[in-house]
């Protein structure tokens, strides 16, 4: 397995650390990126951008960004 962000050499994007715990406090850990996606060896060459969602809603909605990737279908490794 191949995680996305590292193989495209995607920038840094933490994807916790922004909600206040349960008394208004901040991440005791900060900002860090916990949330990978992960592909087969096969479907590495066909990623095209590892991206983090950050949009308000999505800051409110959760303690977690989700994160996604793009994939070239054609470009995936078929062995014939």
Known sequence: MVDAAAHLNAPYEPTVGHWP???????PWGPRRIDHVFVSRPVAPALV???THKSAASRKGAGRLPVYVDIAPTKVLVKA
């Open 21 to 27: 715990d349960g008394q208004g406090d901040p991440d």
């Open 49 to 51: 951008t590892y991206r």
